[in-house]
């Protein structure tokens, strides 16, 4: 059973029941709705379809806020050569030929000559040799051809925009009545873009949806301890952070980011293409492989797949290459250092990973909110850890924790006093554990704690 978690996203290629469930049988641990192309009627019915398969209720569903991107207006495509000048336009249609309107005014606060402008997500790129007020000169970098409503961004820079748009509002809205169990913040910058979401959050009664930080800005990085504080994960946005840094310094800032989520015990995912190539083919390239193999050693607790599943041709054999993919990675192990635990129940909870390497025993937990199982995967355990819970919500969170196998027991009370003999016999009618093996037991007698530790060697049952 592998331990670093995949998250497929659904669309075009994947909305159909078989291939949702082939995915779900070759090792996808969460799905992703992408709201940048939202279509309300079919999340509705494939959410609805997900849990209907999800027997084990596991599988975690995820609402990917499309944030404040900045878009091209309307005009005729047309194509640009190297060295040929547009002109940048403030306005929703363009009036001239050669002309890309823009509509979002402050581009034009922000812009200076010398600028790097990109369009579609870097395959096209202009250098602005003249500015005016509300018009600016732009040089073609490369050859292609310019299409409406595409995005937009200049390298380097921030633009000052709401990370919340009213759009965002309504898709999060959405989220909650569907009853997703997360929702990823697009474009955050600070830890204030972060508490604006949970305020949100907590007036549609949905405390308990978690956020995902995307980080995919400079200004991001720059906050990224603040923002550990206030979110429940982040998502290491590979793409959009190649605006702010140049190619060779992505792994860095990947690195720093993982490892700084892991410090603060929270989970961290890598996007962006993974196994880009198999959007057309049915085979990874080698140096996707070694992308990948890269990302579990560093440490991810998840790899999320985007194209390939949404619209790529080849869905199932992408999720089947990422399972085998990080199968073998683990196998290496994982790099990064030995962390030192911040308070007690994280003292208790690294206890319980050493004490599991020592004797060979099986963990197994009780996790009420997913505490306990957060503490856990901080210290990565050398085999999955099984973690009870009775609330579905709770399991799904914990199946997106690296090392951490959820397990749905609706049975389990922590408050009676025979909780422990009741977790044994959960865990052996699952078959976690048989006579003869070592479990290291451990919960918390109260909400949010981990501090009981208990070690049980199965013993056959008397007349058995």
């Known amino acids: 059973m592998k331990k670093t978690k995949i998250i497929a996203t659904l669309g075009p290629s994947s909305w159909r029941e078989d291939i949702i469930k082939r995915m779900m049988i070759e090792g996808v641990d969460g799905f992703r709705f992408n709201f940048s192309h939202a279509d309300y009627e079919v999340f509705s019915r494939t959410t609805r379809l997900i849990r209907r398969l999800d027997s084990e209720e596991r ?16 005009f005729t495509p047309f194509p640009v050569r190297r060295g040929q000048k547009v002109v940048l336009v403030r306005g929703e249609k363009a009036e001239g030929e050669g002309e890309i309107p823009i509509p979002d005014s402050v581009v034009f606060d922000v812009l200076r000559e010398g600028d790097v402008v990109l369009v579609e997500s870097g395959r096209l790129a202009f250098r602005v040799v003249e500015r005016n007020d509300g018009r600016c000169v732009a040089e073609a970098l490369v050859d292609g051809v310019v299409n409406p409503r595409k995005t937009f961004a200049i390298k380097g820079k921030d633009l000052p925009l ?14 909650v009545k569907q009853g997703f169990d997360a929702v990823a913040l697009s474009f955050v910058k600070r830890a204030e873009d972060v508490q604006r979401l949970r305020e949100l959050l907590y007036d ?3 405390e308990d949806t978690r956020i995902i930080a995307k980080i995919e800005t400079r200004s991001a990085v720059k906050n990224l301890d603040s923002i550990l504080r206030e979110a429940d994960l982040v998502l290491v946005a590979r793409g959009d952070l190649a605006i702010y840094y140049r190619l060779e310094e992505i792994l860095g800032v990947q690195r720093y980011i993982v490892e700084s989520a892991r410090r603060r015990g929270k989970p961290s995912i890598i996007a962006t293409q993974l196994l880009e190539s198999m959007v057309n083919n049915p085979m990874p390239t080698r140096s996707e492989v070694v992308d990948v193999i890269t990302a579990v050693r560093m440490g991810a607790d998840a790899l999320m797949l985007a194209g390939e599943t949404a619209a790529g041709k080849y869905p ?15 196998k290496e192990g994982e790099e990064g250092e030995d962390l030192k635990p911040e308070n007690l129940y994280e003292e208790i909870a690294k206890g319980v990973v050493m004490l ?13 909110r997913g505490n306990t199982a957060r503490r856990l995967s901080k210290f990565r355990p050398s085999k999955n850890a099984y973690v009870f819970t009775s609330n579905p919500r709770t399991a799904r969170y914990m199946s997106l924790l690296r090392g951490i196998a959820p397990v749905v027991a609706r049975e389990l009370d922590r408050t009676r006093p025979d909780f422990f003999e009741s977790l044994l016999e959960a865990t052996m009618k699952r078959e976690i554990a048989g006579v003869g093996d070592l479990v290291i037991f451990t919960a918390g007698r109260r909400r ?7 070690v049980e060697k199965i013993k056959p049952k008397l007349g058995g």
């Open 59 to 74: 599988i975690p569903i995820i609402g990917d806020l499309q944030g404040p991107v900045v878009r091209l207006g309307t």
């Open 162 to 175: 709401n990370p919340l748009t009213e759009k965002d509002v309504r898709d999060v809205e959405f989220a």
């Open 204 to 206: 549609l009664g949905a």
């Open 316 to 330: 199932i054999d992408a999720v089947a290459w990422l399972n085998r993919i990080i199968r073998e990675a683990e």
């Open 356 to 368: 599991s390497k020592i004797i060979e025993g099986k963990i197994v937990a009780y996790s009420e």
């Open 448 to 454: 949010g704690a981990t501090d009981v530790i208990r």
